[in-house]
């Protein structure tokens, strides 16, 4: 980042660059948002799933809490491994395990 000072105006000198990352930065926390936010809606559904599949409210809640458990466990290592081997090896491993669960379910 490069400033230019004039007469006490300080202005960027990279804005275009600036501009476009803005935005890439808006559009990638909303949609995170969004993931978190159907994770957090999963007490809406509840009743729905219970009456469509006949399962009950413990078995619902059950599976929902084992879900989180795993999820911060994983959170934990994957944070772990990120710093020892790098993001975007271990995002790359994450993305082809989802592929792999999502082409299997």
């Known amino acids: 980042m490069r400033f230019r000072v004039s007469n006490k105006n300080a202005y960027y000198t990279g804005l ?3 501009s476009f990352y803005s935005y890439l930065i808006i559009i990638s926390a909303s949609l995170i948002n969004m993931a978190i936010g159907a994770r957090a809606a999963f007490g809406v559904f509840f009743e729905p799933m219970a009456g469509q599949f006949g399962w009950s409210s413990a078995a619902i809640s059950g599976t929902f809490s084992i879900s989180m458990i ?3 466990v994983i959170s934990a290592f994957s944070g772990w491994l990120s710093d020892r081997i790098g993001t975007r090896v271990v ?3 994450a993305g082809i395990i989802t592929g792999a669960c999502f082409i299997l379910m």
Do not use: D, K, N
Request: hydrophobic share 45%; charged share 10%; aromatic share 22%.
């Open 16 to 18: 275009q660059s600036f």
């Open 91 to 93: 995002l790359t491993f």
């Open 70 to 72: 795993v999820e911060g």
